[in-house]
């Protein structure tokens, strides 16, 4: 296949309305072929260069209309990535903040795309405290789907699903809503889940649900939960995978199921469902599922959870052909890695792509590497992508931003994107840092948001650094067999000197002076020579450790999904920021014990 008949058959066409755009997708999701998929990914990425300077073009090209673009100087004659660079700034979310609220507020003139965007996505707002508006458009979910392609076409190479094989999804739609300008707002996954392809898209896959739509799309996450739960075990020898968006959300699912497994199932055993549900097109689903008493499942599965040792290895007990369990796990999502390891017992471990609430970055294309090793290519069609180098100490350098094919191994970068929906030289805040290269496009590793920080004066520890302080100190914990259930941060400056303080939730209880310990394992864990000097001269006060009540993280999550947060789609905070208001008054309002550093002392 040349590169011409390649790009052509890759990249986005210029469609000029959106139903030629759903009847393209709908073409492209019934004709799966896997091994078409990895030969297709093998041309782009070694042709990466090319293929990136013809997405520019065809980005510009589809928005020579756009007011943002025309404002710089962009017509539709430039399609030079220089040109482009030369003209159009770099920018972060505040800076097109204007603009997208001009959409939001029902303003279809061609703002920041040629075409109006029929929806907006909103982020979680964990990062910043406050949710960002983003374009959604036909393109973005052609993307979602390539990626989702891609990565399935790689996955089921090493882990083979059968054709009647399910896949238990723990996926929640949060309600979309209207604004006030008459656009659809909802988050990124509800803006997925609700588009007419996702569900052609996910069957051409062979990723059928086990839950009925009626869950997914529940008002009430707990008892969409709940129904997850019970219909996964209704299907589990159809269970081929287990997902959730992130770790979280698999540990969370896992943990609930160990509370109330019993009453999942008696539901199984008299083939009535709970009345815990209450939602009534949930319940009618779910009656069908049941579809009448099964003693013999409830026992199998009764059987198998008393047989459990501390609930090791629940996940292929409760699902026997389960092949591996599949979400976000790094980045943010590494603490709850060794608790879902725990679950899954022997099963693999499978890293999902990395994307954001802007659009897909990377696939997976190596999914047996376990989420400590995990990396991702760069897919070098789903945007035009470039690198600010980031200095050792986590400083974006003065040097200008290179493009995709230019990183070095071993350099850490933020990540800047173009796409389709509206976003020009946009600064994400993710640092990578760039492990190889799959043919001539780069893999990287996710390392850390970069406005994510603890900072007084000179010290600069970001929320890796959090995450590696936390379990080194949690190992102290470990040797009393408790564990850190979830864990935050603020920096607390109300007093002179300002100190951190680290907030955990943990599974028991224990002596004080065992906290103490992890107090102070906490302290010496944050090796940023800026914060240990100062600490030594005491230009930073003493670390606190506060402990809170269990459930006090849950109540977080309560918070941010009463925001319309999506359950999926949810991060927890792990620096929380003085505006963050309702957050802090959560953690501080369930402290049950403080400790100070003695460290330095």
Not at 65 to 71: K, T, V
Not at 172 to 194: E, L, M
């Amino acid at each position: 296949m040349t590169i011409q008949s390649f790009l052509s058959l890759s990249l986005p066409r210029n469609c000029t309305a959106r139903s030629n755009n759903i009847r393209m997708l709908e073409k492209k999701v019934e004709n799966f072929n896997m091994n078409r998929v990895i030969d297709e990914f093998e041309e782009m990425t070694r042709n990466a260069d090319q293929v990136q300077k013809q997405t520019l073009k065809e980005i510009l090209h589809k928005n020579k209309s756009a007011i943002y673009l025309q404002n710089f100087g962009i017509n539709g004659n430039t399609t030079d990535p220089e040109a482009f660079k030369a003209l159009v700034p770099l920018v972060t979310d505040l800076d097109l903040e204007p603009y997208i609220k001009r959409m939001v507020d029902g303003d279809t003139s061609p703002i920041l795309t040629a075409l109006p965007v029929p929806a907006i996505s909103l982020s979680s707002g964990t990062s910043q405290g406050r949710p960002k508006f983003i374009p959604f458009t036909d393109e973005l979910m052609e993307n979602t789907l390539q990626l989702f392609r891609t990565a399935f076409a790689f996955r089921n190479r090493d882990f083979p699903i059968d054709d009647n094989g399910r896949a238990l999804q723990f996926i929640f739609s949060s309600k979309q809503y209207i604004s006030k300008g008459g656009v659809p707002v909802g988050t990124a996954t509800t803006n997925v889940y609700r588009n007419p392809n996702f569900k052609a898209g996910m069957k051409a896959i062979q990723s059928l649900c086990c839950s009925p739509d009626e869950v997914i799309f529940s008002p009430d996450v707990h008892q969409a939960l709940y129904c997850h739960l019970l219909s996964g075990i209704l299907f589990r020898d159809q269970v081929q995978y287990v997902f959730a968006s992130f770790a979280h959300g698999l540990v969370h699912a896992f943990r609930t199921f160990e509370q109330l497994w019993e009453e999942v199932v008696t539901d199984i055993e008299d083939g009535v469902l709970s009345s815990r549900i209450t939602v009534p097109s949930v319940r009618t689903a779910m009656a069908k599922l049941l579809s009448g008493p099964n003693p013999e499942l409830a026992e199998t599965i009764r059987t198998k959870c008393m047989s459990l040792s501390n609930w090791y290895g629940l996940i292929p007990a409760l699902f026997p052909n389960a092949k591996y369990v599949y979400g976000i796990m790094t980045g943010s999502m590494e603490p709850y890695v060794k608790k879902l390891r725990h679950y899954a017992g022997e099963l693999p471990l499978v890293s999902h792509d990395y994307g954001s609430s802007e659009g897909w970055i990377a696939a997976n294309v190596k999914p047996r590497l376990s989420p400590e090793e995990a990396t991702f290519a760069v897919v070098p069609n789903l945007g035009y992508f470039e690198f600010l180098p980031v200095s050792e100490t986590g400083e974006t350098e003065q040097e200008p931003p290179v493009g995709l094919t230019e990183v070095k191994i071993g350099q850490e970068y933020e990540v800047v994107i173009t796409n389709y929906a509206g976003l020009y030289r946009y600064r994400l805040g993710d640092v990578v840092k760039i492990v190889g290269f799959y043919n001539k496009t780069p893999q990287l590793k996710f390392i850390c948001r970069r406005n994510l920080i603890l900072s007084i004066n000179i010290d600069k520890n970001t929320e890796r650094d959090l995450q590696m302080s936390v379990e080194s100190a949690a190992k102290r914990l470990a040797e009393e067999k408790i564990e850190v259930i979830d864990f935050s941060s603020h920096v607390d400056v109300s007093t002179e000197p300002g100190h951190y303080v680290i907030y955990w939730e943990i599974s028991g209880e224990t002596e004080d002076d065992v906290l103490q310990d992890c107090c102070n394992c906490l302290d010496k864990g944050f090796i940023d020579a800026g914060y240990m000097s100062s600490r030594k001269c005491k230009t930073i006060g003493a670390l606190e450790l506060r402990v809170v009540e269990r459930g006090t993280f849950r109540k977080v999550q309560e918070h941010f999904l009463g925001l319309g947060s999506s359950a999926g789609q949810f991060k927890m905070p792990r620096c929380v920021k003085p505006n963050n208001v309702k957050v802090l008054q959560i953690l501080c309002d369930n402290v049950v014990s403080r400790f100070f550093s003695t460290a330095f002392e």
